[in-house]
Each structure stands twice: as structure tokens, then as C-alpha cells.
């Protein structure tokens, strides 16, 4: 036999194997790197207050305009839309009553997982009880005790609440439409819950 018909040596595949393993395990690597040493970013694009850990909305205090207590699982199982007003609902609470809707509205296909919903110490309002008679699926609840802005702070905040009752953002009164719908928009597109 002559050299030019030997057969070529067989070469091993292994570095080819264990190349294509470390670049797969490699962003895994990263990540847990990431979050094992608690890693934030810097800058995060919700425009409310992320509540970590989110808190317990106290459904057990709610009530209806009827003075009846709101049974919890009317509000469990949708994301909640939550404006807590402190005082009587005047023309800036009757803005973001509208806003609210309109939020709702825009949210097209989703709009059936939210629900709109007004805290306030005095159901029974009479501009409330107007705003409720021209958007008939707002529910108005008197709200219990803590639950409303102080005095110290603006009149009226709004809430997002999750499917199992927990306020997960907070607003301050002058957020925008905007920021609240695309926030919304967001978190409705990655929740699987509600």
C-alpha cells in the first residue's frame, strides 16, 4: 500500500461537543451570576412604585354604597384598576374616573381581564353616584381604615391590583394616562394569571 491510499485518521468530535455545551450553558452561567449576587438595574420602565412584596388589598373592610360588605370574590381573579379617594369626588376624581375608562378601553382584547374600581370613605357621593350611573360596570366601594391617601398627601391615588388581591404599583396623583396604560399594557401581556 502506497501513502495515498491510506485512509485519513479519524479525528475525535469531543472539543466540537464541548464547545457547542459551554456557548449553551453560557447565558445560563451569566444569569445565575446576575442573580445570585443581586444584581438590579439601574433604571427600571415601570412609571408607578413597584410594591416588593406587593401587599394585601383589605377586601374583608369593602363595602357597597348599600353599606353590605363586598364579598372578596367579586374583585379576586381580575387585575384591578384602583383609584382611592380621599374627600368628595370633584372634577380632577371625575378626570381620572374617565381616564380610567378610557385606559380600559384601549386596552382592546385585554380589556375584559380589568376592572375598574373607586375606594372612598362616603359611597353614597352624589358626583360619584353620577359617574357610576354613566360607566355602569365601576364599582365604588367605601374603603376602610388606612386605605385612603392622608391628608398631608394628594386627594386621590391609583392602584394596580393583581388577580390575588395584592397591590403590585402604586401611582401618584399626576401619572398620565399613557404611563398607566402602557404599564398596564405590559403586564397584562406577560401575566398569565387574571
Not at 444584581?39 to 388589598?57: D, K, M, N, V, Y
Not at 364579598?71 to 380610567?100: F, R, S, Y
Not at 353614597?124 to 353616584?129: G, Y
Amino acid at each position: 500500500m502506497n501513502a495515498a491510499t491510506l485512509p485519513a485518521p479519524r479525528r475525535s468530535g469531543l472539543p466540537m461537543l464541548g464547545l457547542v455545551v459551554a456557548l449553551l450553558a453560557m447565558p445560563f452561567a451569566i444569569a445565575a451570576g446576575l442573580y445570585f449576587g443581586g444584581w438590579q438595574p439601574a433604571r427600571t420602565i415601570e412609571h408607578g412604585h413597584l410594591l416588593s412584596p406587593p401587599q394585601p388589598l383589605p377586601a374583608s373592610g369593602l363595602r357597597q354604597p348599600d353599606g353590605q360588605a363586598l364579598a372578596t370574590a367579586e374583585l379576586h381573579g381580575k387585575w384591578l384598576l384602583v383609584l382611592a379617594v380621599n374627600g368628595p369626588c370633584g372634577g380632577p376624581c371625575q378626570q381620572k374616573i374617565d381616564e380610567m375608562r378610557r385606559i380600559q378601553v384601549s386596552l382592546n382584547k385585554e380589556m375584559g381581564r380589568l376592572r375598574r374600581v373607586v375606594l372612598v370613605a362616603n359611597a353614597d357621593d352624589p358626583a360619584l353616584a353620577a359617574a357610576a350611573a354613566r360607566q355602569p360596570d365601576l364599582l365604588r366601594l367605601a374603603a376602610p381604615a388606612g386605605w385612603l391617601p392622608g391628608a398631608d398627601r394628594s386627594a386621590y391615588r391609583l392602584h394596580v391590583v393583581d388577580p390575588m388581591g395584592r397591590r403590585v404599583i402604586d401611582y401618584p396623583a399626576e401619572v398620565s394616562a399613557r404611563d398607566v396604560r402602557a404599564d398596564l399594557d405590559r403586564l397584562l401581556k406577560f401575566a398569565w394569571t387574571g
